[in-house]
């Protein structure tokens, strides 16, 4: 059976996980529900205790997956795990700032800005 391509490109940088999403398109339901379970999965592992999440490739997303987001913050905060946002697009940073999830999660211009953040608090 063949190993299912993943939807992030998972580093480690300074002691937090750096976390690169691979589409630019994040809108249809399949790769939304990928895209969370890849996510939470690094949630339930435990083993990450600060997270930054990329968004410099990324161009598209649907509703479906800012819920997703709003699902990860909810399981980061019950875990104690820190996450921040960064490299979010021109064109995508409205949809954070009129959902308020760049007050959720900090959104930083970015990864090593959202690193320092973290690895400071």
Do not use: C, W
């Amino acid at each position: 059976m063949a190993e299912q391509p993943t939807s992030l490109k998972i580093t480690e940088s300074e002691g937090v996980t750096l976390v690169a999403f691979r589409d630019a398109s994040i809108l249809d339901a399949a790769t939304t529900q990928r895209v969370g379970q890849e996510l939470y999965e690094l949630i339930d592992s435990g083993t990450h205790a600060t997270i930054v999440l990329d968004f410099a490739k990324v161009r598209f997303l649907s509703s479906q997956t800012l819920g997703v987001l709003l699902t990860l913050r909810r399981k980061a905060d019950k875990a104690k795990v820190r996450v921040a946002l960064a490299r979010i697009r021109p064109e995508l940073q409205r949809v954070f700032e009129i959902t308020n999830l760049y007050k959720l999660f900090g959104s930083f211009d970015t990864t090593e800005d959202a690193v320092a953040n973290l690895s400071a608090g």
